[in-house]
């Protein structure tokens, strides 16, 4: 079953991003889809493994186009990853789609020694990640993932924004030399990025400049933060947003230069507040001997609020809403420092 | 290579196991000579493998799921030429691609293995590549029978018969112990050949043991849109007495004494597999 999915934008929110011009796209499920068949075509080399989940990765047209390159393997995720690596030790491109929460529990193992390890070339796909899922509850959230990847060596980790990076990020998976795990959602994403965009693994997009305050994010809450920069911009607070689209290896250069050029940072993702993009950006920074006003907005550690993925942002202050107000609030705190 | 010249070598090889592990101070002792001869005949009678075919995407795969026996791997690569048989002298030192578990960087050695029950799941992927690219190679991998306790491995096995992975063999290192002791005191994994069977595959057994049996069980043609099991009914610690059979000598390391008792009796098969031969 699935749960009925309010949208992710209050209408203040959907009005912000008519006055920017910005587009409602597609499920990034479904840009990957299509990529991923488009290539797939073109190269028989390349194949999707599927856990029961060839309906939930929007691949029911790709296994109809292309039989030979899809292979079900039925619920059992960590066979789905040992295949997949299988697969790719004797020269396929594979790619395990499955939602992330399973993928990423049940077989990290497989993934750590299979895939990392043994260094094939296959992707995995979390799809539904973060709190996608929703009102399904806690078996179904990946709240883990960033933070387990980021300690597994021999891996990149890619969160897309919108369309337009999910496109690039299959492609880049596609032809990756080494294992890479693509994290998405399922909700319609507005369109960040303009025709002459670039996307390039391990670099920020800086969607928006600024030097008030650095809203550093990846994943589907990037769109928040672009909306909740524009909000604060009528009020005459200029925010920078960095769509950190690689999670690993990340832009250090970025998140320092944001470091220093803004009065405040703030790190956002749909993750668990432990082990994932904030406290990576908080290791640099500190590294760097920088020390900015600085939060990290995500789940925090409690047992995840009941409800949609809507509401869960909304609680958690994921929405342009909550962001804009942490940005006033840190801001606030830091003039009162001074 | 005839039975007499393949036997020498498996006592050769009990010798070189016996030798590197009491050098290294760690390593498998109990399960290495368990599976020694079943290396013995994969790689001088069945795999096509050499040092020249590393890189060729028709060479077979062999897939070793019980990693932990790996220092038997190690000398039968040795042996092939996979690499110079002195680096071997580096087993578990600092910086050495000779790692307690197989690894890449060691040439011959496919997938870097070590945790159980992914060996498997690995080789039901490499098969069914095989048959994605219509290419005629064999897929193989070694299962200890303690590591059957894994559920990925009968995840793997659904999926094997489901594709009709007729490429794909794997063969079951049937010692009947594991660290702990008897796997059917552990938790009981017998009739493990009628599980293979109602998973829907070709199920032979053999004396694991016997080069000649092995070599005929290895070499038949499959059984059309069937994966194969291959029980080798084995003894843990075979060829050195005290060793046999005891589930301490799993990860058990020979000392000076024990390691010279062991291979005056390995020296002494040499001579009675001479004597057999005359
Ligand atoms: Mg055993």
Redesign the pocket.
Known sequence: MSAPAPSMFSPDARATAERLGLSLGKPNLEAFAETLLELARHDRNIVAVTSDSRGSGKLVPFGQALPRQLIEVGIAEQNLVGISAGLAAAGKKSFAVSPACFLTARALEQIKNDVCYSDVRAVMVGISAGVSYGALGSTHHSLHDLAALRAIHNITVLAPADNFETREAVRAAAHAEHPVYLRFGKAPMYGLHGPDAEFKIGRAVTLRDGDDLAFIATGETVVHSVLAAAKLAEDGMNCRVLSMHTVKPLDVQAVIKAAKECRAVITVEEHSVHGGLGEACAAIILHAGLSPPFRIIGIPDEETVTGSQADIFRHYGMTMEGLAAAARDILRRAEVAV | MTDHELRLKSIRYRRDVLRSIARAGAGHT??SL?CVDILNVLYNRVLRVSPQTLEDPLRDRYVQS?GHSVEALYVVLADRGFFPAAQLETLCQYRSPFVGHPTRKVPGIEMNTGALGHGLPICVGMALAGKLDDAPYRVFTLL????LAEGSNWEAAMAAAHYKLDNLTAIL??????ITGH?RDVCCNEPVDEKFLSFGWAVRMVDGHDLAALTEVLQAPAEPGKPTCIIAN?I?GRGVSFMENVAKW?HGVPSDAELELALAELEQAVGEQAEAQA
């Open positions: 109990g399960g368990s019980k200890g029978d303690g590591e290192d049937h010692n009947t112990l594991q796997t084995t843990k799993h």
